[in-house]
């Protein structure tokens, strides 16, 4: 008899209890989660991660389960790695959700912001004489100074100046300071982690909201927030479905923001359908974007072997990636409808070995601009926003690469879509490109019509010129290696002839 309540004693010894880690791996069972597709599991997985970040332990999910994340307020913070394997997640907003605006999940960092004390700031500088117990990633903010100024539909008037750099312990800047700060309205430093922290699997179905824009407005979240300095995101997966008539858009289902050294790999998510807002910043009705990948106010963000879950050259689809904010960027081995830079990229922007579709390459900032070894699918090989001044403070490079514009629309394709009337203020200075080097490029214009040659430029300064009131500074240079058209037609600078004498064209 004793024997057997010992016997007995052991076994529930053994079995998994609330707030208890199994084998040092925690699991969203052992605190009450169902993983039956309809048991609302998101109160269980929260209590899990935050008794894994409690106890510095693993998450890892049941393989076959399937968890649905219901409409609750409810965010589960990550600061642990965490590995959803071949586990399903429900995300249904058909029917509406406490708070739109909320992240399902957010993978944060267990240090704490610090003060920083530092009174001014000088674009370019190298260091500042600070001392600091770990590398940190820092925002500044001035705001007090207006910058990105959009023009068109979507007008308005501008965000305050801000960037993050990072400080090494010396006080050494790498993310090189992009503006003058004469007068520091924010600034604060987060503490990197040592290690990498890894998000690994996970195969989302997320059931569309159904509001009507003419009735409300604002962008839904419902997504994974990453907002940790070294994390790696591996092969989440999102399957959008239940798209109806109407709908509001999304701010990124990956979305990373105010941290550094971030990489999404082998991830693949779908690309959402285009709905209309009845009256925009203008007066006039706009599409509504919405992002699959999104980041912002990041330094060295990577982005190797993701994909778009459908068609990337499917108009009624939007564009899948939006940054805004970014010093260095890397796109490799990519296949995405869109690769965009809205409010300013620095440093490098570098696409390598990928497959751009129908909304093409997007462009605002200065650095280095390179494209190499891919294939775009879209009007211009690289388009320069207009809405914010088509500005390009730098160096552009295209290297071995394939352009297969539409047969549709302008019958002769142009290369760098840009345009700058020189009578609206965006905040800054505008340029050009200063130098580009194409270097062994194939157009395929194959499907155009009109017996003229591709377009470096079209006509980019729009009519304005040195006299207009915020000038758009030319490109200097021009150089051509080995460019072949499918009509065997060559190459023409531009239809401004004013613009043809101010650029040195070498081919």
């Not at 400080?167 to 700060?181: F, M, S, V």
């Not at 907002?227 to 990956?254: I, M, N, W």
């Not at 922007?349 to 390179?370: F, K």
């Not at 006509?459 to 500074?473: E, H, N, V």
Request: aromatic content about 8%.
């Amino acid at each position: 008899m004793l024997r057997a309540a010992l016997f007995l004693a052991g076994l529930l010894c053994l079995l998994p209890m609330p707030g208890r880690a199994e084998g040092e791996v925690v699991n969203y069972e052992s605190f009450g989660a169902k993983g039956d597709g309809v048991t609302d599991d998101l109160p269980a997985i929260v209590k899990a991660h935050a008794h894994a970040n409690e106890k510095g332990l693993p998450v890892r999910s049941k393989p076959g389960a399937i968890y649905h994340l219901g409409t609750r307020a409810l965010t589960a913070v990550i600061c642990t790695d965490t590995d959803w394997g071949t586990s399903r997640f429900i995300i249904d907003d058909s029917k509406g959700v406490e708070n739109s605006g909320k992240a399902i999940f957010e993978v944060r960092s267990k240090l704490p912001w610090i003060p920083l004390k530092i009174d001014k700031l000088r674009r370019g500088q190298e260091s500042v004489p600070v001392k600091l117990e770990r590398e940190c990633l820092v925002y500044v903010e001035n705001k007090d100074r207006r910058l990105f100024i959009r023009r068109g539909l979507n007008q308005n008037s501008g965000s305050p100046q801000k960037e993050v750099f990072l400080l090494d312990r010396d006080g050494r800047i790498e993310g090189a300071i992009e503006w003058d700060y004469e007068r520091i309205t924010t600034l604060n430093a987060m503490p990197l982690d040592d290690s990498t922290l890894h998000l690994r699997g996970g195969i989302f179905t997320h059931i569309a909201n159904r509001a009507d824009p003419a009735k409300e407005y604002g962008y839904w979240a419902r997504n994974i927030v990453i907002r940790r300095s070294r994390t790696v995101v591996d092969g989440v997966t999102q399957k959008v479905t239940g798209e109806g008539a109407t709908g509001l858009p999304y701010g990124g289902f990956l979305s990373a923001n105010r941290c550094a050294r971030v990489m999404f790999r082998n991830c693949v998510i779908d690309g959402r359908k285009v709905y209309i807002k009845p009256s925009g910043a203008a007066g006039k009705p706009v599409p509504m974007g919405t992002y699959g990948y999104s980041a912002g106010l990041v330094v060295d963000f990577r982005m190797i072997g993701c994909r778009m879950g459908n068609d990337i050259h499917d108009r009624s689809r939007w564009g899948i990636v939006a940054t805004n904010f970014m010093k260095n960027i890397l796109l490799e081995d990519c296949t995405l409808s869109r690769m965009d830079v809205h409010q300013g990229v620095s440093g490098n922007y570098v696409i390598r070995r990928s497959t751009i579709g129908h909304a093409g390459i997007n462009a605002i900032g200065r650095g280095n601009l390179i494209v190499e070894d891919s294939t775009i699918h879209a009007r211009n090989l690289v388009a320069f926003r207009g809405d914010y001044g088509s500005t390009w403070d730098g160096t552009v490079t295209i290297r071995r690469c394939r352009w297969l514009p539409p047969g549709a629309g302008d019958p002769v394709p142009v290369m760098f879509g840009m345009g700058n009337d020189g009578k609206h203020d965006f905040g800054y200075p505008c340029s050009m490109p200063s130098e580009i080097l194409i270097d062994r490029l194939t157009v395929d214009d194959s499907k155009l019509k009109g017996g003229k040659g591709c377009l470096i430029f079209d006509r980019p300064l729009a009519g304005g010129g040195k006299d207009s009131p915020f000038p758009y500074r030319p490109t200097r240079r021009v150089e051509i290696r080995g460019l072949q058209t499918s009509s065997g037609l060559p190459p023409r600078l531009s239809n401004d002839e004013a613009l043809n004498r101010m650029v040195e064209w070498v081919k």
